[in-house]
């Protein structure tokens, strides 16, 4: 049984419903960006901010917040609009996405957003900046943690190998990295294009504790944070299952929209999807 009540559950499923159509009108009004990776990450998103992450949006360079990196960049519309809804910005600038002089930018500026922690853009340099982060909150006797977030496909970039190694070896356990498994990259299957399986083992054979999990329950995505922290002496990674375009169907599952914001027509429809879907869990918490 979970930790979390169904209330809260709902709750969480709410804001994560919330997240997503914030994604589908930001890249709307942007006219380009990526879809399915942003989609599929709005549970993930919604846990951190509004549940477990120690984070102030009035005060976003507070000393003792825990650190988020996006280490796969260009599903930035998720964080945005997960910091929107959070109380980070208002939830209108969403619509300014990768327009002329905006802050949300099409992969993060860290100078631009205040409670952006680092410049995401070229893939696999996250967990690397994560792991820097990690030991000088080890060095200066800190108890904040750092999160990471990867996507799979970034896994076949060396740079982030050498981190696993580096995390592993000064014992970071204040470090938990999430991998966007949706098994899915611009070119079609990880499994096709570079194989990252058993990818579980491998990150064992790093020391690193592993947890597993489905990707769109909040409760159990909840969980594993809780478990991981509880993680002495080595870093945790949780391998998220997911599915590429979630809560959109036509979406879902198709790495043709990795890389592409919906028409007008294709908007609508998602919109009334996830709206749908919404009412369904307000239904369901009163209930």
């Not at 005060?59 to 260009?74: I, Q, T």
């Not at 922690?117 to 080890?138: D, F, I, V, Y």
Request: proline share 5%; with cysteine.
């Amino acid at each position: 049984m979970g930790s979390l009540a169904p209330e809260r559950v709902a709750e969480l499923e709410r804001h994560a419903n919330d997240i997503r159509q914030g994604i589908i009108r930001s890249l709307l009004a942007a006219g380009s960006g990526h879809s399915g990776g942003s989609l599929d990450m709005a549970d993930i998103f919604a846990a951190l901010y509004f549940h477990v992450m120690r984070h102030d949006p009035k005060n976003p360079d507070w000393a003792e917040r825990d650190r988020l990196l996006l280490s796969c960049g260009h599903i930035a519309p998720v964080r945005y609009s997960a910091m929107a809804y959070a109380g980070y910005f208002p939830v209108d600038e969403l619509l300014t996405l990768r327009h002329f002089r905006t802050r949300l930018q099409g992969h993060p500026e860290r100078v631009s957003l205040p409670g952006l922690e680092t410049t995401s853009g070229p893939l696999g340099e996250g967990l690397a900046q994560g792991t820097g982060m990690a030991l000088g909150a080890k060095m200066d006797h800190k108890d904040w943690r750092v999160y990471v977030v990867t996507s799979d496909g970034e896994h076949q970039c060396g740079l982030h190998w050498e981190a696993m190694m580096t995390a592993a070896k000064f014992k970071l356990d204040n470090l938990t990295c999430f991998i966007d498994r949706n098994v899915i990259q611009i070119d079609g299957s990880t499994e096709d294009v570079m194989p990252l399986e058993p990818l579980a083992d491998k990150y064992r054979a790093f020391n690193w504790e592993v947890f597993e999990v489905n990707g769109h329950d909040v409760g159990a995505i909840v969980d594993a944070v809780e478990a991981a922290k509880a993680v002495r002496g080595k870093p945790q990674v949780i391998i998220a299952h997911t599915v590429m375009g979630k809560g959109v169907s036509f979406m879902e599952g198709d790495y043709l929209w990795h890389g592409k914001p919906p028409k007008r027509d294709e908007a609508d429809e998602a919109l009334r999807q996830l709206q749908t879907a919404r009412d369904l869990i307000g239904a369901g918490a009163r209930g």
